[in-house]
């Protein structure tokens, strides 16, 4: 409304001037002016939000209904204007009607309240509303104050009309400000797309302005010596010639560029294919190949090369040459195996280019003389960091420009753009191909070695399955790469998915896998993928066949059997020859000599002894072979033991040996047989008082965990020598001079009965301690008494 109560006003203006029907058309002028200010404020109430005022609607509606009166009243009346005539001297006059005045102050009114909700908005909001409202307020400011002057307050005060047609030119400064704000800021929203052949009919039009001044000036002078068809001709020639003139300028420019080596890049067209290239080649070599031509070409530059820093770890790594290209033979661009240090530290120490022309002109140091030496000895005209997660990795070196052209800033912000997008791509390259030696490396582990190995990803596909995996499951690699896990065997797939829904290592020491013709044991192991943060992306399972291990577990359980009983035998056979030598002796002697009392008295005794000391030998073997007949019941471990060391402390003290115990308050539980277990401890304990000198100590400790019951014998001897430690429990070993070599056999035999575990070491400060580790027993009942 407020748009088109301005083109009637306008028409009606444009109208008067034309001398017909000048009383109607006067005042529909009069009538659509006084409309304008009420449509405008409604307007601006509402753009760009609402009013939150509850009865801002009511007083709109009043606003704009004075309006209508007053434009009925100026369409139908005389009251606002009257005797609208033209004349030769001042154009068009009017008089005023009675209700002129009000009729002003009205319009005034209502238009500096919108000119105020406008500016109270505009202060208001931010951002993208706030650029729409600045021109649309200072594109109706400007027009409606002119308009408002030349319109209203003139013919107010002069009583004429004379400048009313300069009036709605002042509408074009609102066309203008209304289109730059829908163009530029997208003012209520309007997207206006201008066709790019619309742009170049403008340019080509502002372009003929001042060919248009100076005909303009010269008209006079040509009219008077030109016929019309002659103007027309020369108008037509100079339009043509002044479109001509850029053009033929811009060709003849590339021209002559060309043929002094002085190219214009397309720096987006560049940027955009460098891009696309940068971000889709990992190959190393290719993408410096490509880098080091574009280079080259987009700054026509007699080589360029690019420089790569070594894969040593050390700080002072060199830059070595990776690619280099020199495109003019007769140049002196060179490019070293290793690029100058004193250039690689300022780079790196920077990180920013290096240009010659500029390092030439500065304030000269050591440093930087040193720099511009070695980059002209080299004709390197500049020098671009490829930089990646803060470091330097790399350098792009540039040559002079063929042209004899400087550096201009575009071409050095091309540049920079494209050594780091550069860096980036580089570091990923030299990432992927370390990432494809390590999967060669990999591949070629795990395709070698005995051990069945099987990958998945987080979503429980089959992504590697190597051949041992092949062969222990009798599954082929491709009918299994890239399946679910329902395709392994049982045991391994359900391992797998476990430790993918759940991220823990599993474990199964010993399960059975068959490949179809074949049942072997196994041990699985499967283990999570982890990334960065955490997150399960995978699993592997390490699967091998225990067959070949079961063997030789065998073969030497065989090898130990055979030894121990070749050990047992030779210390039988040892300790039975002793008598046998005696009873022999005397049994020879007897037929001579059994006449003589004292003789066949001692003959008697050292038998019977002889005797006696073999049958002894044989119950402890007979103990050694046979320790668990007796039933275990629940006990309180500390029974046995006390009884032990109650029995041995007679003998203990005669020795003047100190003995102690340490047990705690509550029962330590094992499932046993009192007798065995006290003679366990008695056979512990007789060797503690052995090998103790007097004044020694001895003493036994008594400790629990959450599942084991723990006695240690501790004595102060002077232990058991290293070289020993492992051979102490055999039979009929001793280091005694009279020691038949079997309690302590005893005491591991009556051990592995109870399902303990007897160990002895050396303690620190002297002497030997024997450990006998039991599992502790969970029962519902109250332990035997002793």
Known sequence: MFTLVIAVWVFGIATMQSAVNLDFVARLAFAAASLIPP?????????????????????????????????????????????????????????????????????????????????????????????QLHYLALGVILSTAGGITTNLILPLVTRSSAFAWIGPYFALILIALVAHAIIRHRLMDVRLVIHRGLTFALALVVSLIPVACLLALAWPRLSDHLAPEELIVLVIAIVVVGILIPLTRDVAGRLLDRYVYRTHVNYQRTLREASEALTRVLDLKVLLQFMNHTVATSTNSEGAAVYLKGSAPELGSPFRRAIAEKRHAQSH????????????????????????????????????????AALSRLNWAL??????????????????????????????????????????AVKNAQLYAQVLLA????????????????????????????????????????????????????????????????????????VQLSDGTTTRPIICTTSPLHDQSGAVLGAVAVFSDLTPLKALEVERQRAERLAYFEMLASGIAHEIKNPLVAVKAFSQLMPRRRTDDRFVAEFDRVVNHEIAKMERLLDRLRTLSHPGERPHHPIDLRAPIGDAIEAMRPVFGEKSIGLGMTMGPSPCTVLADHSELEQLF?????????????????????????????????????????????????????????????????????????????????????????????????????????
């Open 39 to 131: 449509t405008f404020l409604a307007f601006v109430q509402y753009y760009p939000t609402a009013p939150k005022w509850p009865g801002n609607k009511i007083v709109l509606f009043m606003n704009l209904g004075c309006g209508l009166v007053i434009a009925s009243i100026s369409l139908v009346t005389r009251l606002v204007v009257t005797d609208v005539t033209m004349t030769a001297s001042m154009g068009v006059a009017r008089e005023t009607g009675p209700l002129y005045g009000l009729y002003a102050i009205y319009f005034l009114t209502t238009w500096l309240v919108s000119i105020g909700v406008v500016i109270a908005k505009w202060t208001r909001v931010r951002g993208f509303s706030r650029g």
């Open 333 to 372: 661009f060179d490019t070293p195996e290793e690029a100058p240090p004193e250039v690689i530290a300022v780079l790196t120490r920077t990180k920013d280019l290096l240009l010659t022309e500029e390092i030439e002109h500065e304030r000269p140091t050591s440093e930087r003389e040193r720099l511009h």
């Open 383 to 424: 020098v671009l960091p490829l930089v990646s997660e803060e470091h330097v990795i790399g350098a792009i070196v540039v040559g002079p420009k063929l042209a004899g052209d400087p550096f201009y800033p575009q071409d050095l912000d091309l540049l920079m753009t494209l050594a780091n997008q550069a860096g980036v």
């Open 439 to 510: 999967n060669e490396h990999l591949n070629n582990i795990v395709s070698t070695i005995e051990s069945g190995v099987v990958a998945v990803d987080a979503t429980g596909q089959i992504t590697l399955f190597n051949p041992a995996a092949q062969q222990l499951t009798g599954l082929a690699a491709e009918r299994v790469r890239f399946q679910p896990l329902s395709v392994l065997p049982e045991c391994v797939g359900r391992m797998l998915g476990e430790t993918v829904a759940e991220g823990g290592a599993r474990t199964q020491p010993e």
């Open 682 to 786: 008695l056979n512990l304990l007789m060797n503690a008082h052995e090998v103790t000198p007097p004044e020694g100590s001895v003493r036994v400790e008594v400790s629990t965990t959450a599942d084991r019951a723990i006695v240690a014998v501790v004595d102060t001897g002077p232990g058991v020598p290293p070289e020993l430690l492992e051979r102490v429990f055999d039979p009929f070993f001793s280091t005694k001079e009279r020691g038949s070599g079997l309690g302590l056999a005893i005491c591991a035999s009556i051990a592995q009965t109870h399902g303990a575990r007897l160990k002895v070491a050396n303690h620190e400060t002297g002497g030997a301690v024997f450990t006998v580790d039991f599992p502790l027993a969970v029962v519902a009942t109250q332990p035997v008494p002793a």
